[in-house]
């Protein structure tokens, strides 16, 4: 399974931007797919995530309102419109799987360490 992402750049605050994910070789059954970000000196966090199982989506509290995670499971491509950007926003996002034994609905958060693919990043700098 192969992850790339792309559509990062530099954008001014409060502006949008549209980040890409396409996955390739993906044949798994059960699974969760979603975005991490990580900015320099702070841990990776989950910012949005999606269940195979029964399509919830999970969304970091500080993007909720601003942020939308589109699946489109037939292409395999996931986005992630991010709206009212903040310099805070600012880091390389990741498109990561995690391959599930079985069904699991309801993310109520997302760990680092439950996903097993994970793509190259692209950067996403909010800055005037």
């Known amino acids: 399974l192969h992850l790339v992402e792309s559509g990062g750049g530099l954008v001014h605050p409060g502006g949008s931007l549209r980040i890409t994910c396409e996955a390739s070789?993906?044949?798994?059954?059960?699974?969760?797919i979603g975005w991490f970000r990580q900015a320099p000196g702070k841990e990776r966090e989950g910012v949005s995530g999606?269940?195979?199982?029964?399509?919830?989506?999970y969304y970091l509290e500080s993007t909720k309102g601003r942020f939308r995670l589109s699946w489109d499971d037939a292409k395999k491509t996931m986005f992630l419109q991010m709206n009212s950007l903040t310099p805070e926003d600012t880091a390389t996002y990741y498109c990561a799987v995690a391959d599930l034994p079985g069904p699991f609905g309801d993310i109520e958060s997302m760990a680092a360490s439950d996903y097993t693919y994970w793509g190259q990043g692209t950067q996403v700098t909010v800055s005037s």
């Open positions: 070789g993906f044949t798994l059954e059960h699974y969760l």
């Open positions: 999606i269940s195979s199982a029964d399509g919830s989506i």
